[in-house]
């Protein structure tokens, strides 16, 4: 390399053959980057690489050369020369000269074809990219078709990223589609021909593995226009039979299955014969008639009529094979499309079934005469036959089909039907009957009616000498009650289940059984032996079983019903706890066995449970709380006992004992410890709610002094369970005005000693700062009095100080507990509300810690002296004005709580704050992010309803910029603040429209950005698919149309003459119009998805509402041609859907 002193040196060694190609890639770069040896010049050297790599490529022997075309580092070359040829007008001219010779499409083919690695391939589309843009590629149809096979069969592109893939489809597409361009292109026969058989089969294989993905859809859409458009598609199936029958290209199932709904889809609307001719070519083929059932479904979705030639066939080419080979699903499948098919062949098909497929195969020879009005045809006829060749069809489960069928039939064709079925024999008579009793059930009353004499008559279809139809008659029970004549005391037991079913309906009824006990025994044992049966008898016969069954029996039932239903609890339902035995025996269980009582016990409402049931099961819970059971078990626990003390009983140990649920805190988890709270709170009220009692008092003095005994003693160590007790004690003692005063004292005792514990156990805790412990001791010091606010003070700066550059997220339980606790005790000035201010923006910016509700507190205390409180609001506001970016967010949820504050007895002051709130907020929008944009206007809408004497007429100009602002920033494209700015919108319309008589204009605006953010325009898509937001929107509409008599002035409302609404709708109807006229020109400029328009029309419609026939005439001479023609359509829809009628 270093004799390359030369230009001639250079250029004899770029065109030896005996130099590597990665010597010569060097050297080229070196060339062009000037960095050769000797710095040589050579004049015009990218034309020189360029002929240089385009004769190379060229190069088709199997010389050197060859493999040129295969190297990634050549095309990256290539494109470097490329891209420096053009600088110049000049230099672009000669480069697509000289490149023109290369057979560009023949080398893409070649590499394609050939499995080229990941690198080559991206730097090969990248040049084609290049090449495609800065001159003319020349490219046949014959090559198109085989570059477009090459590429979508390359098995590189299974590795590629999904956003090349897409890049590199949309440029084949370009190239392929260069010859399709010309005035002469033409496909033949043979085009037509070729296409399907080089493109399909790899445009098949490639929408199958991307058919997820967009860019699939190029390819699916030239296979569909190239397939199934033009003249040339009665050749289709003639043309693809020779692909699919090849052996050769060996499609796939599911290519071929593709292949079959994109003809459906785009020609059975044109010409079903051929889909159907596809169909039969297909499934002639051995390897793909398994696909027989898919693609006949995928025909029949098309929705199209099949001529029942095409059944026929199928059917009948199924039938000439044995029988053991004949495709049964295949055959139901048919018989359920096709009617006259299924009632034609119907004796055949059943006799030659299979057991397995005969019921399926009955049903659908069924829905044939159902949807043929012939169904006493097939009752009376088909069905017996079926009978005698199976008895399958006398089964319930075919009964309940057929049954579910008979509402159909009139009263009078069921007539006719009992009485030809009468005279059939018995086998075939009682299943035929026993649909028709079911169905019945179904049936009008009218008809149930008629049909009464006939099944009640003098012939008894429910009883014979041999037997009893034990589920007829319940059927009738069910439909005639007492008219039944059911002599009850000459039934004989029996074990079927429908027996036991016309029992209990005649019990229903007022019957009495004579042999009650013997009976309710023998359902006990039933039950016990078919499982399935509880879940009937929980929806049906509760009541029944309650009230007759005695209690061994009932028990023995509850105990079956909890066993065999694991999901026991969830089909309980309000009837089951109205009984008088079950509950009682159900909580009788639950005592007896604690697995079901842990389950089932808060499922049971509290009024079920007597004192003495109550007492037991919380005695059984308390000792369950101290063994070693796992977590979940736990917490039910401790939930079931929450719930057995919302009544109390005053006489279980765990009231009783102070000790006992002291100990419930010891032995909870971090889980369970917030259910272990609540009990000991619930226990503790109860105590207080019956202090009058000397037993309660004694315990409550007892509690109390005990703790404080354990305080003052000063032996605990870290949080002991009666920290949690005291917590609970000290906020609940004031909250009962009945309690004396020396009770009082001694809690008063207690929250001292607390407080000194509380603070002496974080003063430990400062070395260790254990963050779940400290968080704790910091709520509990929220309970401390005033005459240990400056010990507080002190502790809340030395943990302060102790993590204030800690960043740790678990701190902000502390951080939040130290602000609590700063805001309660500091005094109420100036300074040290913006000292508070400040550390609610750090804890919200800095920390992402939410402080609202302590600093909500302060502010209330702060609002009782109103200058202060203003004074502070004006410097927050100025703080917001001058306020960089990351605060505005803090800032802005700052003021929004110190609006609710702004008091109407300072009106002038207020409404000047409030204004200038609105003005403020407005010029930082575009800052604040969205959640904190929902605020805004959550605060807007609460403050237009609630205190609405803020709101002049200039801020409620205002209001509707900020809305505007809002919805047009980010902010505007979450659908819950979209809502939110039209609730904000409606609430002004609602309680300040009197205001806005002059000022339409500016609503109608607002109206207008609001609908255009629904709309599909390609800026701002957000919401253009959002219902939801559609329907607020059209709500909007309809507040603005339809004026409430509530809201408007005093004066218009006593006008005499002239009602308050119609004044508003005449301002009104000079500017809807407008609003009329956006919505059509967006709906035929940019459109809107036919979900959301559909939510907009009742909107729309309640703006012709409003116009006279004069605004109507102006809209149409506001539009355009294609503008009139939507208008009269939309006009013609209101008179018939949206127009008020009278009837």
Known sequence: MSSLNT????????????????????????????????????????????????????DWSNGPFKSWKYNSSIWRLLTKVWVSLASEASSKTSRNKIFKKVKLVDIIIDILSNAPDQELLSELMNFVSLAREGTYIEIDENNSMNMLSSFSNCSTLLTANDSDIARWVSLVRDLYQLPRLTVSFSPSKKYYKKFITTCSPNLLHFIVIYGTKGYSSIFRDILVKELFFGELVSNFVSDIASVLKDDKILLESSSVQLLFKLAVEFVASKDSALCEELFTTIIGIPRFSSLSETLLSILASANKSLSSKFFLAIYESEFTKQKQQINWNLTNYLLELDIDLAMQKCEEVVTKAPKSSRESIGVSILEA?????????????????????????????????????????????????????????????????????????????????????????????????????????????????????????????????????????????????????????????LLLSNPELSRVVLKRWLVVIDYYFPKPQIDSIIASLVRHLHEFGELLTPVFFECRKLPKSLI??????????????????????????????????????????????????????????????????????????????????????????????IIWKNHLNQISSKQNEADVVDTVKYLTKYFSSKKFKGIDAEFSAAEIIIMNIKKYDQIESSLLVHCETLRTYFSNAVISSLKQQLSKMNIDVVSRLLRFLELSGDESSDDVLKIVKEIGSKIENDDDDSLREVRLALFTLLS?????????????????????????????????????????????????????????????????????????????????????????????????????????????????????????????????????????SLTNSIVLSENGNNANNYILATQVISHVLLFHRYKLTSRHHIVINTFNVLMRKLSMNKSDLALS????????????????????????SREVANEKLTTATSLIKKSLRKHVPMLLINYIYLNLRVNFKSNVNDQLMSGIYSIFDVLSQSELQLVSLSLDIPGKSYYRTLYNNYKDHGKWKDT
């Open 1025 to 1048: 698919d959002s219902e939801e937001a559609a329907a607020s929107y059209s709500r909007l509409i309809a507040n603005l149309c339809e004026p409430s008599k509530l809201v408007v």
């Open 824 to 960: 309660s005790r500091l005094e109420h000035t100036f300074e040290n509300s913006v000292y508070i201010f400040s550390l609610y923006i750090a804890l919200q910016d800095g920390f992402n810690v939410d402080a609202s509700l302590a600093l909500d507190s302060y502010l209330q205390v702060l609002s009782s002296n109103y200058a202060q409180f203003l004074k502070c609001y004006i410097y927050v506001l100025g703080s917001l004005e001058e306020a960089h970016d990351e605060h505005c967010d803090g800032l802005s949820k700052l003021i929004l709580l110190m609006v609710k504050y702004l008091q109407k007895s300072h009106l002038e002051e207020s409404k000047k704050a409030f204004t200038r709130t609105i003005s403020s907020i407005s010029t930082k929008i575009g800052y604040i992010h969205a959640d904190v944009a929902g605020m805004i206007l959550v605060s807007l809408k609460n403050s237009l309803s609630e205190t609405a004497w803020l709101f002049s007429q200039y801020s409620l100009e205002m209001v509707f």
């Open 7 to 58: 230009a001639e040196a250079v250029t004899k060694f770029l065109r030896s053959k005996t130099a590597t190609i990665d010597q010569i890639i060097e050297t080229c770069l070196s060339l062009l980057d000037n960095s050769t040896v000797n710095q040589v010049y050579l004049p015009n050297k990218c034309t020189f690489i360029l002929e240089l790599l385009s004769d190379r490529l060229n």
């Open 588 to 681: 009788n269980y639950c005592i007896d066995n604690v697995d079901t009582a842990i389950e089932l016990t808060t499922l049971i409402p509290i009024y079920c449970f007597d004192r003495t049931s109550k007492k037991k099961l919380l005695e059984i819970f308390l000792e369950q709380t101290g063994k070693t059971i796992n977590e979940d078990k736990q917490t039910k626990i401790r939930l079931a006992i929450k719930h057995l003390l919302e009544q109390p009983t005053f006489t279980s140990t765990i009231e009783t004992d102070f000790r006992k649920a002291l100990n419930l805190f010891r032995v909870s988890n971090s889980n369970s410890l917030q259910i272990a709270q609540d009990i000991f709170s």
């Open 369 to 525: 005469y159902v949807k043929a009005r012939e169904l006493p045809d097939f009752i009376e006829s088909i069905w017996p036959r079926a009978i005698k060749v199976d008895l399958i069809y006398a089964q319930s489960s075919f009964i309940n089909e057929v049954s579910k069928n008979i509402k159909i039939l009139s009263s009078k064709q069921l007539g006719l039907l009992i009485s030809d079925i009468s005279n059939l024999d018995d086998a075939i008579q009682v299943p035929l009957l026993t649909a028709i009793s079911k169905g019945l059930l179904s049936c009008p009353v009218s008809t149930q009616d008629t049909l009464k004499q006939t099944l009640l008559g003098s012939k008894n279809y429910y009883m014979t000498s041999k037997n009893t139809r034990w589920e007829i008659l319940f059927y009738l029970l069910c439909l005639y009650g007492r008219n039944v004549d059911v002599p009850i005391e000459s039934l004989k037991s029996d074990t079927t289940l429908y027996y036991y079913y016309c029992i209990l309906r005649l019990l229903e009824l007022g019957k009495d059984f004579p042999d009650m006990n013997s009976f309710s025994k023998s359902f006990a044992s």
